[in-house]
């Protein structure tokens, strides 16, 4: 992930000029480019786009998937609906922050794991489930958390 | 001739391994010398037997599943895969979760290269717009008010007559949007649409453009779902690039990603944030078909509603609404989730029982326990009890059971399950997914949740059910959206129909 970089930033910006709602799709690349929303970032987007810093600050906290500091190196998302509740997620999940030793939506101490809590990943029929990294996994056991720890390094 | 396999790419497959298992196929075939063509579909939606491969033969398509990397070199031991090998289930039309469906909206789902416009068009793709362009705009309206199709997102809205509002109401700009934030748990019919015949949706809504004189549209796709969101963008791009859409169609279209708020998934939440705005809910009226994205008229339907527009314009309405029961006209795809033998999408008429979905057609619960108690609907939609199960799958009957069938998810539970832990989660989820901007959603949960916690303690458990009950009818009667409203539909259910998980002192003394 860059650091924090204004002329990067109103790259990114200047890519959405003139299209319409541009906000959320350039919180996301700003987020796929810094790793997370860094504050300077909303000043930046509030004049581009003639909002307010209020708004955007509305905006960036509203929504789940954005965040104001960096997340670990990876993110395990853990997925807590119902449809996974019933094949005994909770209790797996629950064995996935003790192995890591982070509550939900935190990072291991060497910041190589940020685990968070979804709701839904829409593989239902396939529980528990869960996304390291943005790629999926489903009828998540107890051996998936070797599997993944390995994976994490 | 090289045959052609089928290996989907459906997220729910690769989620159990099918990217390693064709490429273990590709180099196992490519080492023995196997001349073979690997086909990445969308998913039949058996997912007990994903990943579930399938090869061509003369005699149709034959599928082995569920195929693990360990099994490709048993597979492909003597050239292609023999019917006797112990993985092999047939000719998939055969297995009987598939041979009972009515696939209408489905139909090429799991068959078809998602990315493929000619086998779309080979599998019947584009006839409905043609034949919409044949009708003409106000006619094409009247077949989809005719099918008796109504909202599949839940509120079951008769979708021609949200089109024809929209036909009717001039303005300079109109607006297609397509609910795709299908953030309901136990639901994923939208994401193997999206995955599996992305044309489909693309049609649908050519075709709603074309019908109310809109010249955009937009998917508002949930970011938990990246591989649907790059498929609907690889076609439209293919899309465009043959004129389908784009200044020749006079259709544009546009793939929005969302940030994780459940709530965008009511239609004035997600207008907003296709705004650019939080996703905050908007007073009705106005009517989105009024003033909807950026104050002008607009059709928002969900990804269900929009993709089986186009059987019902290239058959006629007559066949779909000869469909169904009472005023469920059609089909639906039933989603069957959770702790179930034969998870998977079901897509049939209106009117089989609840009974018969879970127990004949799912095969009753995975851990072999008794299932006790089946949430359908999502997480706003009510728990049913055993005694329920002859309640036939109709957004009326339902409805008249405080219930509802919502996006079509169904979730079962086996009788480990502790109702009094379910209702405080519904509590929760809204707490957590509230858009704060009614009091009785924002400060109802969070109470709501904090009552249950006595509950489940133990603490003045009848009082606090007293309480629970009144915050519950506060909800549904005072919240601005179904978020706030609905919530107390799981609540309630389970107080009224599991009363024995609530009397906690009794279970921890019968614990102790």
Known sequence: MAAWNEAQANDIIGRHAGREGALLPILHDIQAAFGHVPAPAVPVIAHALNLTRAEVHGVVSFYHDFRDKPAGRHVLKLCRAEACQSVNGERLAKQFLDRFGVEWGGTTPDGRLTIEATYCLGLCASGPSAMLDGEVIGRLTKDSIDDIAREVG | MATRIFVPRDAAARAVGADKVAAAIAEETKRKGIAVEIVRTGSRGLFWLEPLIEFETAGGRIGFGPVATKDVATLFADGLPAASHALCVGRPEEIPFLKKQTRITFARCGIVDPLSLADYRAHGGWRGLERARSLGPAATVEEVTKSGLRGRGGAGFPTGIKWKTVADTAADRK??????????????????????????????????????????????????????????????????REGLLGAEAKFDLEVRVGAGAYVCGEETSLLESLEGKRGQVRAKPPLPAHKGLFGKPTVINNLISLATVPFILADGAERYAALGMGRSRGTMPIQLAGNVKHGGLFEAAFGLTLGEIVEDIGGGTKSGRPARAVQVGGPLGAYFPRKLFDTPFDYEAFAALDGLIGHGGVVVFDDTVDMAHQARFALEFCAIESCGKCTPCRIGSVRGTETMDKIIRGERVEANLALVTDLCQTLKFGSLCALGGFTPYPVMSAIRHFPEDFDRPRLRAAAE
């Open chain 2, 175 to 240: 607006y297609i949007v397509c609910n795709a934030d299908e953030g309901d748990s136990g639901t994923y019919a939208d994401r193997m649409i999206m995955e599996g015949d992305p044309f489909v949706l693309i049609e649908g809504m050519a075709i709603a453009g074309f019908a109310v004189g809109a010249t955009k549209g937009y998917i508002y796709i949930r970011s938990e779902y990246p591989d649907a969101i790059r498929v609907m963008e690889r076609a439209i791009a293919l899309a465009e």
